[in-house]
C-alpha cells in the first residue's frame, strides 16, 4: 500500500497570508507512460462531504479560487493557499489514485490565527 | 448538476448488516466508476471499495474485504454497499463518491449516511 502523510497535522495562519500544506507517498504516483502524477487534493469542511480542489497533482477543479494551487511530482507535494481566506477554514487531504487501495493523508486542519 | 444521495444509514447491532445506497442523477451513471469512502468520528477519510462502469471489477480495502460488497444497478442509476459482520469500528460517516479520471479521481461526493455500530 501507498502510505501517504502529511505535514503539518495541523497549521495556524493570519487571513491574507500563506498557507502551505506538504505531502509525501512512500512510492511515487508519477507513471511514466503519461508523464502524470497521481495525486489529489481535497477540502473537507465540517459537516460538510469532501470536495475534490487539485487533481494531477497541479490541476485546479473547475470553479476552484486560484487562489489554491499545487505543485510537485513524484514522492513530495505541496498545496498552497496564496492569500488565506475565512471560508478556507477547513480540513485538508492529499490522496493518490496511482494504485488501489487508494490512500489519504492523515489530513491537515487549518485555522485562522 | 451531479447529485449522489446516500441511504440506509442507522443503529445496527455488533455483528449485525446494513445496506447502503446511492441514488446518483445529473450523470450518465453507466459511464461512471463509483467508489465508497467513510469517515470515523476524530478520524481521516478511508477508502473502501470501487467499481467500475459496468460492475465487472471491484476492489476492496482490506479492513472490508469478505464482509462488505459492492454493487450497482445502472438502470436505476444506484450504487450499494451491503455491510456484513458489522464492528464498532465500522462506526462512520459513509460517502459515495463518483470516480472520474481514471476511475479513481473522486470528483463528485454525496452528503453522506452516518452508520452506528453498538450495542
Not at chain 2, 454497499?81 to 463528485?108: F, H, K, P, W
Request: aromatic residues 10%; proline residues 3%.
Amino acid at each position: 500500500d501507498i502510505v501517504m502523510t502529511q505535514s503539518p497535522d495541523s497549521l495556524a495562519v493570519s487571513l491574507g497570508e500563506r498557507a502551505t500544506i506538504n505531502c509525501k507517498s512512500s512510492h511515487s504516483v508519477l507513471y511514466s507512460s503519461n508523464n502524470k502524477n497521481y495525486l489529489a487534493w481535497y477540502q473537507q469542511k465540517p459537516g460538510q462531504p469532501p470536495k475534490l480542489l487539485i487533481y494531477w497533482a497541479s490541476t485546479r477543479e473547475s470553479g476552484v479560487p486560484d487562489r489554491f494551487s499545487g505543485s510537485g511530482s513524484g514522492t513530495d507535494f505541496t498545496l498552497t493557499i496564496s492569500s488565506l481566506q475565512a471560508e478556507d477554514v477547513a480540513i485538508y487531504y492529499c490522496q493518490q489514485y496511482y494504485s488501489t487501495p487508494l490512500t489519504f493523508g492523515q489530513g491537515t486542519k487549518l485555522e485562522i490565527k | 448538476e451531479v447529485q449522489l444521495v446516500e441511504s440506509g444509514g442507522g443503529l445496527v447491532q455488533p455483528g449485525g448488516s446494513l445496506r447502503l445506497s446511492c441514488a446518483a442523477s445529473g450523470l450518465t451513471f453507466s459511464s461512471y466508476a463509483m467508489n465508497w469512502v467513510r469517515r470515523a468520528p476524530g478520524k481521516g477519510l478511508e477508502w473502501l471499495s470501487y467499481i467500475s462502469n459496468s460492475g465487472s471489477g471491484t476492489h476492496y480495502a482490506d479492513s472490508v474485504k469478505g464482509r462488505f460488497t459492492i454493487s450497482r444497478d445502472n438502470a436505476k442509476n444506484s450504487l450499494f454497499l451491503q455491510m456484513n459482520s458489522l464492528r464498532a469500528e465500522d462506526t462512520a460517516i459513509y460517502y459515495c463518491a463518483r470516480g472520474g479520471v481514471s476511475g479513481y479521481l473522486l470528483d463528485s461526493w454525496g452528503q453522506g449516511t452516518l452508520v452506528t455500530v453498538s450495542s
